[in-house]
């Protein structure tokens, strides 16, 4: 007797119903070797955003399954208590902001050797401010056929800074964690126009040494209420909590991270190194039904999309209305109401190689923590491979690929087998202050960025001393 489990019904199910566990057999895809999985009852973690999607598509789509994974997708509260319930063991995987695993590796803010082998998305984050201070910008943004030109720069904010300064008053703004992709986006975009994010120190975490804007953490569900509260004047979060500002009238996303940064990595799915020891077959099962799951959101032009707002939209995911999910998961982008533009890469899940975890991305996010404080002394070129290699496992990863290939599910085309593990240097072009990025020359990188430290400087009290 063969039975292939529905996604209403798990395996604790059948053997309440009295079914014996030998009973279970399960029927692979065509072509597909059952790998022989050390543990088939997993649980994994996620945050109410769109980019948790290839968990959400592999477990809907049967992709779970297929690698005789039974597993239970469970929101959890914030970034921190995630991270928290992997380290415990109480969740065996999760959707992670790309900083996490680096950040607790290296013992910023907690201690554990937390790695990657899969990249969940690119691009999928704006930066977003209330109505107030949109037209407070407005004067400063130049425009053609009566809209914005776009992309808009922090130059357009800082009057608006300044005049919150002169009056004395704190320009507050939101992110979502000390180590998240927003909190360097936002950091990255206002120092390109000359508007300080603060620095933290060994003894001062708040991120507000030097502040001109005022950086401190909302959980991303809560940032338009709190927007709308007065209690933030901006925040940088991922979808659909810009669209929702837009939805209610109550803000307008002034920039996209693609416009920030082109194809910038974003999400990573995170285990702990001891799991994926411990159950290497288990790891790679999981990394092949997410490639799957990413291949499915992106293929045929992105013909899925819409079925995958559908999903997202439920309330065990993420739980927002579907015409919100809709305006940035297919194609669009919508800024101030009613200015709706074409953005067909501002979520990318599979193309450009969107899912392999490369070097390059996870010493892009060291540097952002050494410019401004997280990572306090110097560090050599050579620290910054050694802690990327440590944390993102490029080798299985194309283990799970190669045996999808094989498998007929993905063509091999569509990894790159003979990469160092570095991407190209992204050209001056493609980032909002045209400065180059090579992840090679972390420091020398470092250096070229106007604000922030320098080689050799340290934050001493209120004081950047060195260099």
């Known amino acids: 007797m063969t039975f292939k489990r529905s996604q209403s019904m798990t395996r604790r199910t059948l053997l309440a119903a009295g079914l014996s566990a030998s009973l279970l057999i399960f029927a692979p895809s065509a072509g597909a070797e059952m790998l022989d999985v050390e543990k088939d009852e997993l649980k994994f973690g996620f945050i109410k955003l769109t980019d948790m999607a290839p968990l959400a598509v592999a477990y809907e789509k049967g992709y779970f399954e297929d690698e005789g994974l039974f597993v239970t997708l469970e929101p959890q509260a914030n970034w921190k208590v995630l991270l928290d319930r992997v380290i415990t063991g109480e969740l065996d995987g999760a959707h992670m902001l790309a900083g996490q695993p680096l950040a607790a590796t290296i013992g910023f803010g907690t201690q554990a050797h937390i790695v990657t082998p899969f990249s969940m998305d690119l691009n999928g984050n704006g930066i977003t401010v209330s109505n107030e201070i949109w037209e407070m910008m407005k004067p400063n943004i130049p425009h053609e056929n009566g809209k914005p030109v776009h992309p808009i720069k922090a130059d357009a904010l800082k009057p608006v800074v300044d005049k919150f300064i002169d009056e004395g008053k704190p320009f507050n703004m939101g992110m979502v964690f000390p180590v998240s992709t927003h909190n360097y986006e936002l950091r990255y975009w206002l120092a390109s126009g000359d508007i300080h994010p603060g620095f933290y120190s060994p003894t001062d975490i708040s991120g507000q040494i030097q502040?001109?804007?005022?950086?401190?953490?909302?959980?991303?569900?809560?940032?338009?209420?709190?927007?709308?509260?007065?209690?933030?004047?901006?925040?940088?979060?991922?979808?659909?909590?810009?669209?929702?500002?837009?939805?209610?009238?109550?803000?307008?996303?002034?920039?996209?991270?693609?416009?920030?940064?082109?194809?910038?990595?974003?999400?990573?799915?995170?285990?702990?190194?001891?799991?994926t020891e411990e159950n290497p077959n288990t790891t790679l099962a999981v990394t092949k039904a997410l490639i799957r799951a990413a291949k499915w959101l992106d293929e045929n032009d992105n013909a899925n999309r819409m079925e995958a707002v559908e999903i997202l939209a439920r309330s065990e995911y993420v739980g927002a209305d579907a015409e919100v999910i809709a305006n940035s998961m297919t194609g669009?982008?919508?800024?101030?109401?009613?200015?709706?533009?074409?953005?067909?890469?501002?979520?990318?899940?599979?193309?450009?190689?969107?899912?392999?975890?490369?070097?390059?991305?996870?010493?892009?996010?060291?540097?952002?923590?050494?410019?401004?404080?997280?990572?306090?002394?110097?560090?050599?070129?050579?620290?910054?491979?050694?802690?990327?290699?440590?944390?993102?496992?490029?080798?299985?990863?194309?283990?799970?690929?190669?045996?999808?290939?094989?498998?007929?599910?993905?063509?091999?085309?569509?990894?790159?087998?003979?990469?160092?593990?570095?991407?190209?240097?992204?050209?001056?072009?493609?980032?909002?202050?045209?400065?180059?990025?090579?992840?090679?020359?972390?420091?020398?990188?470092?250096?070229?960025?106007?604000?922030?430290?320098?080689?050799?400087?340290?934050?001493?009290?209120?004081?950047?001393?060195?260099?």
């Open 211 to 275: 502040a001109d804007a005022l950086l401190s953490v909302t959980p991303p569900p809560q940032m338009p209420a709190t927007l709308e509260a007065g209690t933030i004047y901006g925040y940088c979060v991922g979808e659909p909590w810009n669209q929702q500002a837009v939805f209610k009238g109550i803000g307008v996303p002034v920039i996209t991270d693609y416009e920030i940064w082109k194809n910038n990595p974003e999400k990573v799915f995170g285990l702990t190194k001891e799991f």
């Open 332 to 467: 669009t982008f919508e800024y101030e109401k009613g200015d709706k533009r074409d953005v067909p890469d501002f979520n990318v899940f599979y193309r450009y190689y969107a899912t392999y975890p490369f070097y390059s991305d996870a010493v892009w996010y060291l540097t952002q923590m050494r410019r401004w404080g997280q990572i306090s002394d110097h560090k050599p070129d050579s620290w910054y491979d050694e802690v990327a290699k440590s944390v993102y496992r490029p080798d299985i990863y194309l283990q799970a690929a190669k045996m999808l290939v094989e498998e007929g599910h993905v063509a091999e085309a569509d990894f790159p087998w003979d990469t160092d593990g570095y991407k190209d240097p992204t050209p001056a072009a493609d980032i909002i202050d045209g400065i180059p990025y090579d992840g090679r020359k972390p420091n020398a990188y470092i250096d070229s960025l106007s604000i922030g430290l320098k080689s050799n400087q340290v934050v001493d009290g209120n004081n950047v001393v060195g260099g």
